[in-house]
């Protein structure tokens, strides 16, 4: 008591130190990858996939959009953004009854919540295998927008109820007793108090299953049909083309991600900016 302030950093072990190096080897095996690829994809026309760059320039984002061997490249790049879209509908719908259904307890309630999530603990390929399997049993054919559909699914639809029930452990229930004390009926009290507050957690919801039906392969390769979607045609293209193209596509849609992840945020900050706003004193 009394003495003199001792330097922070004399109190960090060597532990901390050997932590923080184990972790930036990991970043940079998680990420160097990705850098290169970004970098690559600015190689220059006379370049190939590999250093040194031999100039910059984006000739190989133009190929992308030339006729040719890239030619489904956009067209499956429209194919996989339309079934994000509607897997992340699905999955928020799904998720936030699945929550409003999950508040109470009800006879069955664990069994079918572990049945609901089951398929994260399967090969996905043996999801995938599963369900082309079930389509051809019944005589039904296999298309992007039924089969894949499905299989999609099985990979989002837990995680969107894992997150929207982590919401839900969340939610100050006096909010909606509040209301029905003010004569609000169910219907006005869902409406204008509970998917407000939860809307947050909705769209990061959707965000996550944007994004994981945006790049799944594994459990749509067996069911997509004669359709494929962006990843199985950059899978297709890898075997055939060794250019920077590949690399173009990769910058491209990694950045469509980011594009998506970043909207989503920024509408989540401005629904709370607009919220606390709204609670301060005129």
Known sequence: MGGASRDPREKRPWTFYALAMLMGTFLVFLYGPMVVIYVLSFQGPDGGVTFPMVGTSTFWFAEILKPGQMANIPVSFGRSMLL???????????????????????????????????????????????????????????????????AQLTWTLPFGLFAMFAVFNRFNRTYEEAATDLGATAWQRL????????????????????????????????????????????????????????????????????????????????????????????
């Open 191 to 282: 409406r204008w108090v509970t998917l407000p507050i939860l809307m947050p957690g909705i769209l990061g919801v959707a965000m996550g299953a944007f994004t994981l039906s945006y790049d799944e392969y594994a459990r749509t390769t067996l069911v997509a049909g004669n359709r494929n979607t962006l990843p199985l045609e950059i899978y297709a293209l890898i075997s055939s083309s060794s250019s920077p193209t590949l690399f173009a596509i990769g910058t491209l849609t990694t950045a469509v991600s980011f594009l998506v992840i970043g909207m989503t945020l920024a509408l989540i900050l401005s629904l709370q900016h607009r919220r606390a706003a709204r609670g301060r004193p005129a």
């Open 84 to 150: 994000a879209c509607i897997v992340s509908v699905i999955t928020v719908l799904v998720a936030v009854s699945a929550g409003l259904g999950f508040r109470r307890r009800f006879a069955g309630s664990g069994l079918l919540f572990y049945l609901a999530v089951a398929s994260l603990v399967m090969p996905s390929l043996l999801v995938g295998f599963g369900i082309g399997l079930g389509f051809k049993l019944f005589g039904w054919q296999t298309d992007l927008f039924t089969s894949a559909l499905a």
